[in-house]
């Protein structure tokens, strides 16, 4: 097996957490979450370095925080939804690890995940949908699809490992 990172993208409600987790578990490596290293290093949650300093701000956090993570070796690595949709981002992942788009319909999603404004982008149905077509076209320039609609976390993994393992 070659990859020694590799990089799970997608949608809130998609299962990046959850399949992350158990990916990592199933390859005995690490699993890091981009979203709560963020939150690590700053010291506060995503929505509020969005409220208290804006968009930019988060992104160029994000960025860093992405570059540091791209070296850490045999790793499973959760980026935040909208991570992918930068260029400077896709090329950090798509040259340091193999790239997974973890899909999902916008119906499971709204099923999955509270659309309430807690989430930054996410204050009713309408925004949220509109943002998840947004960024769709970005996920699929990801290397590997996977469907999380209908598969649990433990076959999306072992799904994930079928195809490293053959390439």
């Known amino acids: 097996m ?30 890091i979450d981009l979203d709560r290293e963020i939150e690590r290093r700053e010291g506060r949650r995503i929505a509020k370095i969005f409220r208290d300093e804006g968009e930019p701000y988060f992104r160029s956090l994000e960025q860093r925080c992405l570059r540091d993570i791209a070296s850490s070796p045999r790793s499973v690595i959760a980026l935040g939804g909208g991570t992918f949709i930068d260029p400077t981002n896709r090329e950090v992942a798509e040259k340091s690890g193999l790239t997974v788009w973890l899909k999902v319909s916008f119906r499971t999603v709204a099923d999955r995940v509270k659309i309430d404004g807690t989430r930054p982008k996410f204050g009713n149905e309408d925004q949220a949908e509109h943002l998840y077509q947004s960024r769709e076209p970005y996920y699929a320039l990801a290397r590997l699809h996977v469907s999380t609609d209908t598969n649990s976390p433990e076959s999306v993994a072992n799904e994930i490992i079928g195809v490293i393992r053959k390439s």
């Open 2 to 31: 070659e990859q020694s990172r590799i990089y799970l993208i997608g949608f809130m409600g998609a299962g990046k957490t959850t399949v992350g987790r158990r990916l990592a578990k199933k390859l005995g490596w690490k699993f």
